[in-house]
């Protein structure tokens, strides 16, 4: 049973803005908002009058004075004045939680038409900073001092992970390694990337004066950069006659969360993840052999690994399989990250769910330029907050 057979309407992505993401000296949060605002609203064929609600996903968690941005779209036109805006915060799944949010309005009948923006800065702020923001999405080192922030937290992982499955010969880091280089080259494609240069797997797979180990096993191209950016959606029960392109149709989405503190959880397990996978895939009414790509939260490399465990590509400790045998590459049978991922293009915390939407959309409806796949038709967007705490999926389909 599909979205629309289950609730009785369609939601419809109509029109989609996306900046580019990375250092933007230039640019404000309220700035990035209003330019992928505007560009969404255009683009789906509408005028800003039109829009019954805006949901905003930032994190932000102390990396700007102003906690209070929800109101920050409604300068794109005097015409969004009076319209409900709310700010949504699920840690680095703020953009999907807003995105869902905004859906489950347009199903509870309470808009016909909503923006969903994801936006985030933060690379004004120090090391120091980011690294204490961070770790406020995690139950146990919240407020807590620590040299290696969240990579850390990833690191452990990949220590139980190497620990419960490999043969201890150093696999694991060039394992890594090639998803690292997968979406580094990848990343050159995309317009939006903040990191587009393809640095080769020799490179992801050796430690360096330029890749230096940030914490073990991880180095600095497993780890996705600190970025600023912003994307936005238009989301519809039905499209307008005058909108730029085709929409696309979510045909399900799910939502899982995990328990908060370590001791609860298997580390290499990612049980809301995959839950979360179920119940989208579930709701759509197809199975992982249906879509034709996915965009994963690939924060780490070892994020990457254990997504496809979670999402059913291979069976646990298999991940590997799936690099080794180019199933996720470009030409694979499921190609993964096809715009860089987080890795590559950027994470910009409230804005990646978004952006994840965003570019699945554009692949669904042939306008993702040198990004472009062969004719997709079904595609699923995982976002995840902390270490597999927040997850959410979405199963998008080509109308």
Not at 3 to 17: M, S
Not at 180 to 186: E, I, L, P, Y
Not at 225 to 235: E, I, K, M, N
Request: glycine share 12%; charged share 20%; net charge negative.
């Amino acid at each position: 049973m599909s979205l629309k057979e289950q609730f009785g309407k369609d939601v419809l992505l109509t029109g989609w803005g996306h900046s580019r993401f990375g250092k933007l000296t230039n640019e404000t949060l309220e700035s990035l908002i209003v330019q992928v605002a505007t560009e969404a609203i255009s683009n789906a064929g509408i005028e800003p009058g039109q829009i019954d609600e805006i949901y905003l996903g930032q994190f932000n968690s102390g990396l700007m004075p102003l906690a209070f941005p929800s109101s920050l779209a409604l300068q794109v036109s005097p015409d969004l004045a009076n319209v409900a805006a709310t700010r949504v915060e699920n840690a680095c799944a703020s953009g999907s939680a807003a995105f869902q949010q905004g859906t489950k309005a347009l199903l509870a009948g309470t808009a016909k038409t909503v923006l969903v923006i994801g936006a985030e800065k933060m690379t004004h702020a120090g090391a120091d900073v980011v690294g204490a923001a961070l770790l406020g999405a995690d139950y146990d080192m919240a407020g807590q001092t620590s040299t290696t922030g969240f990579t850390g937290l990833f690191a452990d992982v990949a220590k139980h992970y190497e620990k419960r499955y490999g043969r201890g010969d150093g696999q694991l880091g060039d394992v890594l390694g090639s998803i690292a280089a997968k979406n580094h080259r990848n990343g050159v494609d995309n317009p939006y990337a903040q990191l587009r240069k393809d640095l080769g797997e020799e490179f992801c797979r050796t430690v360096s004066d330029k890749n230096p180990v940030v914490a073990d096993p991880l180095r600095r191209t497993d780890c996705s950069p600190v970025s600023d950016g912003a994307a936005a959606v238009v989301l519809c029960t039905s499209a307008s006659s005058s909108a730029a392109t085709l929409p696309v149709q979510l045909t399900g989405f799910g939502q899982a969360n995990d328990f908060f503190p370590t001791v609860r959880r298997d580390p290499t397990a990612f049980a809301a993840t995959r839950v979360s996978w179920q119940r989208a895939l579930g709701m759509a009414g197809v199975g992982l052999e249906d879509l034709d790509f996915a965009e994963v939260h690939d924060c780490f490399t070892i994020a990457e690994l254990l997504m496809y465990e979670a999402m059913g590509l291979t069976e646990p400790g298999q991940g590997a399989r799936a690099v080794q045998e180019g199933w996720v590459f470009k030409d694979g049978k499921l190609p993964v990250n096809v715009s860089g991922g987080l890795k590559a293009k950027g994470h910009p915390v409230g804005a990646t769910g978004v952006s994840q939407h965003v570019i699945a959309a554009m692949q669904l409806t042939g306008t993702a330029g040198d990004m472009q796949l062969a004719n997709p038709r079904r595609a699923a967007v995982q976002n995840m907050g902390g270490v597999g705490i927040a997850n959410y999926v979405s199963v998008l389909e080509a109308v």
